[in-house]
């Protein structure tokens, strides 16, 4: 559930934009954790206990992130996203390490792309620190 305070409702964000990519990030973030855990048994070589999500790259975000109005504020945006994203996912999976990333790429046309990416990690290591 997006929580929206005074100071979201008044800020220059894209709410509308906000709403539509913390659900649809959460839906596809939880489902690739769960095949992630259903598939560990089955292949001895993929035994992985941690995904890296990009959102960038997910078509629908890409789209929907080049139709922004010029009257909004594209990284509060991003930002306010990203923070709700990782609140939705520490509510389903609870003692797992979840963390959002903005990593800069300059590719060899010297433009910088941002990739926004979000990590949930369940190691045991993690686990054990609490």
């Known amino acids: 559930m997006v929580e929206y305070t005074r ?3 008044n800020s220059n964000c894209h ?10 990030a959460v839906d596809l973030i939880e489902s690739r954790v769960w095949d ?7 292949c001895d070589v993929d035994k992985r206990t941690k995904i890296i999500y990009d959102l960038t790259t997910d078509r629908d975000t890409r789209t929907i992130i080049h139709m922004f109005d010029c009257k909004y504020d594209i990284e509060l945006s991003w930002k306010v996203a990203m923070d709700m994203i990782v609140r939705e996912l520490k509510k389903v999976f609870i003692d797992s390490n979840i963390h959002y990333d903005n990593k800069e790429i300059l590719d060899i046309y010297d433009k910088i ?3 926004r990416l979000i990590t949930v990690d369940w190691t045991r290591e993690n686990l054990s620190k609490g």
């Open 7 to 9: 100071e979201l409702l």
């Open 15 to 24: 709410i509308g934009w906000v709403r539509a990519v913390v659900k649809r």
């Open 113 to 115: 792309t941002i990739h």
């Open 36 to 42: 992630v855990v259903g598939n560990v048994g089955k």
